[in-house]
């Protein structure tokens, strides 16, 4: 018995040490990571008027998810539009409902006139990792794991970090 608990403890010595020595390779990584730290519960009208507006939409059109739960984060780049969503208790939402959110802020893009013309980027974060993304090209509506690389385009070319 000891020593499984000397394998599991280097195991776990061994997992923390490599997910905190690992550097991200890519620049656009740290930017979604910044990006994504900048949710909130009450977006401003006036510097995030995106968000603003996707909170009231979302709030009167999604069903079965507690709205309270949701923050928000909208950034432009020329003429594409990122738009962060963190879900602060999923484990109350069903997979199933999840993407239910992602559609209806989708929905509430096409209904805004800040978004009109614009490409944009989806990303449903969870308390721990990004949930379901929509890039203008692919979709990953699995609504556990999804893949945030889809993000990165918004930021650009791949570009190492110095």
């Known amino acids: 018995m000891s020593n499984i608990k000397n394998s599991l403890k280097l195991y776990l010595a ?12 890519d620049v656009r990584k ?17 510097t995030d008027p995106v968000s603003y507006f996707l909170k009231g939409f ?7 998810i507690s709205t309270d739960e949701l923050e928000y984060y909208s950034r432009e780049r020329n003429d594409t539009l990122l738009v962060i969503v963190k879900v602060r208790d999923i484990f ?5 409902s999840r993407k239910s959110l992602l559609y209806s ?4 893009l096409h209904a805004s006139e800040h978004a ?9 974060e969870g308390n721990f990792n990004t949930l379901l993304v929509k890039s203008p090209i ?25």
Request: charged content about 30%; hydrophobic content about 35%; glycine content about 6%.
């Open 105 to 108: 802020v989708q929905d509430g």
């Open 138 to 162: 692919k979709y990953d509506l699995d609504g556990r794991f999804a893949n945030e690389e889809l993000i990165l385009p918004f930021y650009g070319k791949k570009r190492p970090i110095n």
């Open 14 to 25: 061994i997992i923390i040490f490599s997910l905190f020595s690992c550097k991200s390779d």
């Open 116 to 124: 009109s013309n614009k490409t944009f980027y989806i990303d449903i």
């Open 30 to 46: 740290v930017y979604l990571a910044q990006d994504q730290e900048k949710v909130t519960e009450f977006p401003d009208a006036k």
């Open 58 to 64: 979302v709030n009167r059109t999604i069903k079965g």
């Open 92 to 96: 109350n939402i069903e997979r199933s």
